[in-house]
């Protein structure tokens, strides 16, 4: 066993880096992550609210890619948030096999608890609970939790401090472009994230200063196409190469480089300094 | 549930099926006697029971691999491409089992799992391009009379762990570029949504192949410390 390729959570893709590393093994380890759309004022409020439920809902809120956080700058924060509100109601949650269904369940009992209790935290700790998913969730046996909205989310709170990996998605208000960037920028994750904006110049500057791997612009869920390679920056990605993509064919080969020269013996002569060109 | 249990559609959740390794091009049933449960989501009812492996399982898995790495890395990006090719053709022909597979472990709906195969397909199709992909440079009199040139090497046996989020498509961005590049492959996917990696395993076994490029080893941390 020469290599290992890990997809994961944070702790258990630094404990894989670290120690495979430690035995000499090749390690590409991808972890957690913490994905925000900012939306600023000028952005298409329907749209970013399409955009919001798709992606903050989408396979249960169960993918490393999914929006987690939304960061509503200025004035566009309410109409939003209430944009959103009229959409979820008439998401369908259900059997997975059942053609009508747009959200299954989330994987085991447990993580459905304990994404639950990341609403319950959130109301504790200051948030509006806008719509609690624990109240919409289908009858029955399966692990099912509804759509749950959390307004006026701070960076304190458990609900954005944590990789919840479910359908709880939070809104962070920020007054400024400057003041959603520093948050995306300090956050110990760094995977995809996501502006929603009419302004090409502001999009072009987020994409300069922005520290994550996986960058939209007006696209909720960036996943790099198959030609290019999957990966964020940060503490969702521990070693070098980047998933799938050029980056994968780096990671499984190794290079080897020959100096090739057909004998002449007329050239030949001992020589001990170091190899020069001629 | 005495209600679900008899109704016909749901006859399936009535019975736990067991999901045993995939090693040397064939189901290997586990030795531990350590299972872990597989449930449908969805109903909340157990569905199988996945063998759980033992670090000498494991290294049978690695040792399995290694020995077909001694011809696997022999085949020429030729024969690698046409087989690439078959295996993109495979996959894009039993993309729905697949889907309804992860679906019945993992949850997500099924229009949502078709999606995930249909990007783990991408990464396949990428990987039919490995003749490309891997070419090398060459320098002619770098020296005088002294040609340099490059070319890039498989490692050996390579191991990737995924989650459960994706019981399809991650390990597919892993396994399709590795085996390509001339790697054999270990997968330890989720305990908890195994069984579309036993899926895999067939279906590159049916698409030509050769037994021990791929192999899968369910487990634990046991399974993971002994892989690391």
Redo the contacts between chains.
């Keep these: 066993?020469?290599?290992?390729?890990?997809?994961?959570?944070t702790p258990i893709a630094r404990y894989?880096y670290e120690?495979?590393t430690k035995?000499g093994?090749?390690v590409q380890a991808l972890g957690g992550a913490k994905n925000h759309m900012i939306v600023l004022p000028d952005a298409d409020v329907d749209m970013a609210a399409d955009a919001a439920v798709s992606a903050g809902y989408?396979?249960?809120g169960?993918?490393?890619m999914a929006v987690s956080v939304l960061v509503a700058v200025g004035d566009v924060a309410d109409p939003l948030v209430e944009a959103i509100k009229q959409r979820l109601p008439k998401v369908k949650v259900?059997?997975?096999?059942e053609?009508a269904?747009?959200?299954?369940?989330?994987?085991?009992?447990e993580h459905r608890d304990k994404v639950a209790s990341y609403i319950a935290s959130g109301s504790e700790q200051g948030a509006t609970v806008v719509a609690d998913g624990r109240e919409t969730a289908p009858d029955?046996?399966?692990?099912?939790l509804g759509v749950s909205l959390l307004d006026n989310v701070t960076t304190e709170m458990d609900a954005y401090r944590d990789e919840i990996?479910g359908p709880v998605l939070s809104v962070v208000r920020a007054t400024s472009y400057d003041e959603a960037l520093a948050l995306v920028n300090d956050n110990p994750y760094g995977n995809g994230v996501a502006l929603f904006t009419r302004d090409g110049g502001v999009a072009r500057q987020f994409q300069f200063d922005v520290t994550a791997g996986m960058v939209g612009i007006n696209v909720p869920i960036p996943?790099p196409?198959?030609?290019y390679s999957?990966g964020g920056w940060k503490a969702s990605l521990f070693g070098d190469s980047h998933?799938?993509?050029?980056e994968?064919?780096h990671?499984?080969?190794?290079?080897?480089?020959?100096?090739?020269?057909?004998p002449?013996p007329a050239?030949s002569a001992v020589d001990l300094g170091f190899p020069q060109?001629? | 549930m005495t209600e679900l249990a008899e109704a016909p559609a749901a006859g399936r959740d009535e019975s736990v099926t067991r999901i045993p390794h995939w090693i040397g091009g064939q189901r290997v049933e586990g030795t531990s006697g350590r299972s872990g449960p597989v449930y449908n989501p969805a109903t909340g009812m157990q569905t199988g029971a996945v063998d759980l492996s033992t670090v000498e399982e494991v290294d049978a898995a690695v040792q399995n691999a290694a020995t077909a790495w001694e011809s696997w890395r022999t085949v020429s990006l030729a024969r690698r491409a046409e087989l690439f090719f078959r295996i993109r053709e495979l996959f894009h022909a039993h993309r729905e089992d697949l889907a309804r597979s992860l679906t019945a472990e993992h949850g997500k709906v099924l229009s949502d799992a078709m999606g995930e195969v249909a990007r783990g397909l991408e990464v396949i199709e990428y990987a039919c391009g490995i003749p490309t992909l891997v070419k090398g440079e060459f320098s002619e009199q770098a020296s005088t009379g002294i040609d340099v040139y490059s070319i890039r090497q498989p490692l050996g046996v390579v191991a990737g762990i995924t989650p459960f989020n994706f019981p399809a498509m991650v390990p597919m961005w892993m396994w399709a570029p590795a085996i390509a590049c001339g790697n054999c492959f270990v997968l330890k996917p989720s305990e908890k949504d195994p069984s579309p990696s036993l899926l895999t395993a067939e279906l590159l076994k049916e698409a030509g192949l050769p037994d021990g490029v791929f192999n899968v080893v369910h487990g634990d941390k046991v399974a993971v410390d002994a892989l690391l």
């Design positions: 066993m020469v290599a290992v390729s890990f997809v994961g959570s894989i120690t495979g035995h093994k090749r989408g396979s249960a169960e993918r490393c259900g059997n997975g096999l053609p269904s747009e959200m299954g369940p989330l994987v085991t009992r029955g046996d399966g692990f099912f990996f996943v196409v198959a030609y999957f998933a799938y993509g050029p994968s064919i990671f499984y080969t190794r290079g080897k480089v020959v100096t090739s020269r057909w002449d050239t060109t001629r």
